[in-house]
């Protein structure tokens, strides 16, 4: 990820050694400010309250947040504590479970004080693996945008859709969704993406215009209601979304709107993909709508909008009726049907049983 042309990721080692540093997505795009995170309740807030946030981001920070618990306190007790504070801030990413299973299995079975070393080494390497990973899902990703440019007869710029943030800001770098939208313009295939606000947070808006602006890439935002209309008006060619959960079976939770992007995707006849690492697939699962958890957030980010005021500090205006009953589910599912194929490390599959199983890693169990 390129802050202001300097190379960065999302969340690093600070350079005292004794905390991890995140860039605030609370504050983007208005500044851009760093968070130090030095302790067990500071990793599990700053995930909690969305300063990091997207599902392989939130798993990286929650193995840091198990190396700064096993700082403080690396017995038994002190390890279980840790898994259940994180484990318990957000419950729709599996890949919150998956890296605290992870950091669970790797330091019970070690004397207490060889653990906080591990840790580290452990969240080092997550950090690590979610970049290469990504690289990955952009390398076998970046073929569809070629393949619709052929479909185009070579003409104009492929015109992508997209929703919330599944970018470098969701991940430690490179973005899963967005990751072949960047590989793609590296190489010279032109490209245009359609950003969906993605309210009630409006991570469309605020994160994902705000990366592609980084990069050069160009972008449009559209409110989320203009998706059907464009994908009718066939003025997209391909539908790009990430993942914070995906059953064996191909169901794809993501943020609340995927669902109807997707239905009209559709219908319109235009290709439509889910893109994640294979950490993102809880085997567990067959039935999205039925078994996956989706998180229920504050009905305050439904009355009101943020945004920044002309002094620069950033505030909340309401936009409905004085104690209006609102809900505010933050995740939807859609199902497999819906969705022309997946996306993961490990290259491109149908959406189903069959097609997931043929990319399933040799090592994961069938618990995340
Ligand atoms: O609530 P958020 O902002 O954490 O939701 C993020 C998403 O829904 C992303 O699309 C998903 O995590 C994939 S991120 C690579």
Partial sequence: MKLGGVARRTIEPAQDGAAVLVLDQTRLPFSTAWRRLATLSEAADAIRRMVVRGAPLIGVTAAYGVWLAMRADATDAGLARAVDLLGATRPTAVNLRWALERARRALAPLPPAARAAAARTLADRLADEDVATNRAIGRHGAALLRDA?????GRGRVQVLTHCNAGWLATVDVGTALAPVYEAFD??????????????????ARLTAFELAEHGVPCTLVADNAGGHLLQHREVDLVLVGADRVTATGDVANKIGTYLKALAAKDAGVPCYALFPTSTVDWTLSDGVAEIPIEERDPREVTTVEGVAPDGTVVAVSVAPWGVLARNPAFDVTPAR??????????????????????????????P
């Fill in 149 to 153: 440019l052929a479909r185009r007869g």
């Fill in 187 to 204: 190489a010279g295939v032109p490209v245009h993406v359609f950003v969906d606000e993605t309210r009630p947070r409006n991570q469309g």
């Fill in 338 to 367: 819906l969705l022309t194929g997946l996306v993961t490390e490990r290259g491109v599959c149908a959406a189903s049983r069959e097609g997931l199983a043929s990319l399933r890693p040799p090592t994961s169990g069938d618990r």
